[in-house]
């Protein structure tokens, strides 16, 4: 298995223009989260799905996030209007019932 | 609730000397408990952890983790370190009594840094 996969690894894009982060998760993975990690906040969990299900979004900081996943494999997670403040590293995990995570290599947001 | 925590922002050795990296946590309940690496520019990796059975837990790279009930600790080890052993490194617990969907919560992360 080639393990988590995200796109695109690198965003560099002006603010208020819509940006999305895609996730293919691991196959037979139950569980599927969305972080955010920033030198200032650490590593902060946006959302997660179970079957496809979004299960709690309390950890969007906005409504300007919104997160999908239409199938077993794929989600996304999108931002509109993207802001300078929203510059992080993402990063989508997948994970069987009640195991570890697995991580995606990330995808390093710019907003200018 | 649970709660853990990474008490040193930095952990410097020389390369060659015994690292350890410091969690401890607070759960209700019995803990399940984990130690991933983040290399620079990559996402977070498995190291180990522990479920139930012996305290001490062995994992990729040469790491160890033991954990101790009384203390609520579950620091990462390693006899020797290397410096490409330099990295982030997160504890996560997670409390299998808090019901839902067995979410972890890491901590803030420790920077080891192994110098020649």
């Known amino acids: 298995d080639a393990g988590v996969i995200q796109s695109p690894r690198h965003e560099v894009t002006e603010m208020g223009q819509e940006v999305t982060l895609r996730c293919k998760p691991i196959s037979g993975h139950d569980y599927l989260f969305w972080y955010r990690q920033t030198m200032m906040r650490g590593l902060e969990l946006l959302i997660y799905f179970n079957n496809n299900v979004p299960i709690d979004d309390s950890g969007m900081p906005e409504d300007r996030f919104s997160a999908k996943m239409p199938n077993a494999s794929f989600s996304t997670l999108k931002i509109q209007p993207s802001e300078p403040r929203d510059s992080a590293v993402y990063f989508c995990a997948s994970r069987p019932d009640r195991d570890e995570a697995f991580f995606g290599q990330g995808t390093r947001l710019t907003v200018v | 609730a649970q709660s853990v925590a990474q008490p040193e922002d930095q952990v410097k050795v020389a390369e060659g000397n015994p690292l350890t990296v410091k969690c401890t946590y607070s759960v209700s309940g019995n803990p399940y408990l984990f130690w991933y690496v983040q290399y620079p520019n990559r996402g977070l990796q498995f190291l180990l952890k522990y479920i139930t059975g012996d305290n001490l837990v062995k994992g990729s790279y040469g790491f160890e983790a033991e954990f101790n009930k009384s203390q609520t600790s579950f620091h990462l080890k390693k006899p020797s370190a290397l410096v490409s052993d330099s990295a982030l490194y997160f504890c996560?617990?997670?409390?299998?009594?808090?019901?839902?969907?067995?979410?972890?919560?890491f901590g803030r992360g420790t920077s080891l840094i192994v110098h020649p």
């Open positions: 996560a617990v997670r409390d299998p009594l808090a019901g839902g969907s067995y979410i972890p919560t």
